[in-house]
């Protein structure tokens, strides 16, 4: 069963910032396979998604819409902020994930509630230090799952069939719980920091 790290909202279970360090790179492919069938076989019409299942599952954390502006080191940047935190899935592959489906499977097989996007209000507290010489933010990051997918899909035209598409990596989906450790802060020099993928939330470049 697949277990995420949990990590508190609070300055003091964010790391020091780590500059020029990059994310961690994984590949990721996306295939199709098809399989025909009689003609007039086809129930329930083409592009009709007939399974989506989970493959993989592995720790990630999404940027979400809070974050603080720049400020020049040396100094800490302190916030208390009420405001509408929000995040949503990232798919990499092409065809479009039927949620509902991919979602059970991903709760049966690895024990991660993931939702296509989240949305909660609250009062934001953050402190990070920034060092000298250095200009950042404070990002807020939400924890939830890379997954792989595969999907079965009706087809049409002269022979009916199904379709089978696979993506092994890069589709992002947030955990469905707005609990307090489920929310990280991260000081970032990045205008558009990216999503940190297999790993505890940490401070990044």
């Known amino acids: 069963m697949h277990k995420a790290a949990k990590i508190a909202s609070t300055a003091a279970s964010c790391a020091a910032l ?11 492919t996306s295939s199709r396979a098809q399989a025909a069938r009689p003609l007039g076989a086809c129930g329930t019409g083409a592009g009709t ?15 979400t819409s809070v974050s603080s502006s720049f400020v020049a080191g040396p100094g800490t940047i302190t916030r208390t902020v009420s405001a509408d935190s929000t995040v949503g899935a990232t798919v990499s592959a092409s065809f479009e994930v039927d ?23 609250a009062s934001w507290s953050y402190s990070i230090n920034i060092p ?57 020099t990045s205008q558009k920091p990216g999503i940190q993928v297999r790993s505890t939330c940490t401070n990044t470049d």
């Open 18 to 28: 780590v500059l020029g360090t990059a994310l961690p790179a994984f590949a990721q």
């Open 49 to 63: 998604v007939l399974s989506a299942t989970a493959t993989s599952a592995a720790t990630a954390w999404l940027p």
């Open 99 to 121: 949620e509902s489906l991919l979602f059970a499977s991903a709760k049966e097989t690895y024990g991660v509630a993931v939702s296509g996007s989240l949305s909660h209000s």
């Open 132 to 188: 000298s010489s250095v200009t950042a933010k404070v990002q807020q990051y939400h924890e939830g799952d890379e997954i792989g997918i595969k999907q079965t899909y009706e087809t049409g035209g002269t022979v009916c069939g199904t379709a089978t598409e696979t993506s092994s990596s890069g589709n992002y989906f947030p955990w469905s719980s707005s609990a307090d450790d489920t929310y990280c802060y991260a000081g970032t």
